[in-house]
């Protein structure tokens, strides 16, 4: 290693003196210093490949300097100067992290033997580790591109499905007016042809709402954060479904305890989370069912529930029910019309926030949605 920097750290003047004498032809940069002290403010302010130590000098010890020399540059390499040389004071200097010995006196020839060998063991070592974190980088970017390359798959697949589910409706819309227009339709008809149109347009204005939701959700700046409660607007947002409730003759519980904190997030997004839980139990639970909602504190988390007594879920589909516009089969046979986002965009809200989504369900039994929160200083 041309060029290498040394520090030479001895009390004895002539030594230093005599190594640096020793050393610059060579080429080595040589520096020299009498004691640990200043020997340690000279390593904090350059960067040097070997450190010739004298083990005993006045004040600290040459041995206890090379936890502080590695703590700056674990690969700076440390080489011990001493004229009492033990087993004993070898064995506990190589565990410290000493590299090797030069017994005084020693030679010029054993002195370039020490420093050399010591200059190839850094240059090894230092070329042994920029090959590991190339090796580490190869694989953190073989990793990316397959990332990638599966966001891209996503990505149009999304697409394709996205497509399909917003030509669907118009397709079917464009049909029936058709009909009417030419003449298909008598008169007494139209009605029913016309609810069947308005029906699908819901689905359109649906499947929009709920892309538009999504795609707000991948801009964070999109959304304002602030201090929410979770239980408030859990009760404004029930009070929204009434309606419904009545008309399918739903029972709705809500359990929030008093002690419930407030979290920081977007009130839209709470908003939304609760009313694509409510909306998904309502929606599959049939006449005379039961909706319940909870909320409470565990483990530093805030939870939040929504269990219904509606159809379920086949287990062999829970894996999938956060997928895009996936929608269990047992929840088309009931022929109640749906997006297949619902729970994505809950899913994402969740994750946003740093929390978990899970459900539990059985099929005819119905569903429990579950997610954790977790709460500041919790």
Known sequence: MSNAKILVIDDEIGICEGIQRALVPEGYCVDITFDGEAGLQKIRENSYDLVLIDVMMPGVNGIDLIASIHAHDPETVCVMITGYATVELAVRAI???????????????????????????????????????????????????????????????????????????????????????????????????IAKCLARTQEEIDLLADLLELGHLEVIETFKVTEVRLDEILHAVMDGFQGQMAQKNIQFEIEAGEDIPVVIAAPEQIKSLWRNLISNAIKYTPENGRVAARLYVKGGSLIGEVSDTGIGIPPDEQERLFSEFFRAKNTKEMDVPGTGLGLVIIKRIVEGMGGEITVESEPGCGSTFRFAIPVQGG
């Open 95 to 193: 565990k410290e992290g000493a590299y090797d010995f030069l017994s005084k006196p020693f030679s010029v020839d054993d002195l370039l033997l020490a420093v050399a060998q010591g200059i190839e063991r850094r240059r090894l070592s230092l070329d042994a580790k920029r090959a590991q974190a190339a090796v580490a980088e190869a694989h953190r970017l073989e990793e990316e591109k397959n990332r990638l390359e599966e966001l891209d798959r996503a990505k149009r697949q999304f697409i394709r499905l996205v497509t399909h589910d917003l030509q669907a409706p118009v397709s079917a819309i464009e049909n029936y007016l058709k009909l009417i227009q030419q003449g298909y339709v008598p008169l007494e008809d139209q009605p029913e042809i």
